[in-house]
């Protein structure tokens, strides 16, 4: 699929889904999913965007969270969660168990990416991951201006708040997928609310990337 297939499709999601109340990157996300896809979440949280894909995709989800208030919440929801850290959730997953799995604004927290990534294209014909753009030109004037570390677009955590993020940029993650073999099959840029194209300046305008891996 070609990233502006992905834009396109992305566009109408947008167009359709404005009331969904679901974050733009979850938006992306969900454009990307096909009806009675197997979908697991990582790090779902309270299952918005897991109740989303069912009703609209009618997917069969689950999802793996850690914090015990979030996985009552997906029960509340109606939606399969089970409650541990990804790398022993994932363990217990046959290869090839689902369609797309989804790691959502997660990767700054994890002290292995390269490990749960692994694992997401074991158990998943495919990856989709989504991350906070450090290298958006706003943070960096502010780290210029105030020699202080900015909070990235969309993620607004103070650096020394639990859990601790480790900040990267879009040309961070594309040359970690390099190093680790990982292979793309497109991408979607965010700046807000809307698509930008794949051009030099993407790392600079974009808020937001959502990453399609295949293994």
């Known amino acids: 699929m070609t990233a502006s297939n992905l834009s396109s499709r992305l566009r109408i999601g947008q ?8 974050r733009p990157d979850l938006l992306a996300v969900a454009s990307l999913i096909q009806p009675g896809e197997k979908v697991l979440d990582l790090g779902c949280g309270e299952g918005d965007l897991l109740r989303y894909l069912q009703d609209n995709r009618q997917v ?7 914090l015990e208030s979030s996985v009552l919440a997906c029960v509340r929801l109606g939606i399969s969660v089970r409650q541990g850290n990804l790398q022993e959730g994932l363990r217990d997953y046959p290869a090839g168990s689902f369609d797309s799995v989804i790691l959502s604004q997660t990767i700054p927290y994890l002290n292995d990416p390269s490990f749960i990534i692994k694992e997401m294209l074991r158990v998943g014909s495919r990856a989709i991951v989504t991350i906070p753009n450090w290298g958006h030109w706003r943070c960096r004037l502010s780290l210029l201006l105030t020699g202080r570390i900015p909070q990235a677009p969309g993620l607004p955590q103070a650096w020394d708040a639990a859990p601790r993020a480790r900040p990267l940029t879009i040309r961070d993650f594309e040359e970690f997928c390099d190093r680790q073999g990982f ?9 807000g609310k809307r698509t930008i194209p794949d051009r030099f ?5 974009a808020t937001t990337a959502v990453f399609i891996l295949k293994p």
């Open 15 to 22: 167009l359709a889904n404005r009331s969904t109340g679901l």
């Open 60 to 66: 069969v989800g689950r999802g793996i969270e850690l």
């Open 183 to 191: 292979a793309s099959a497109g991408a979607i840029y965010l700046q």
């Open 201 to 205: 300046d993407k790392d600079l305008r």
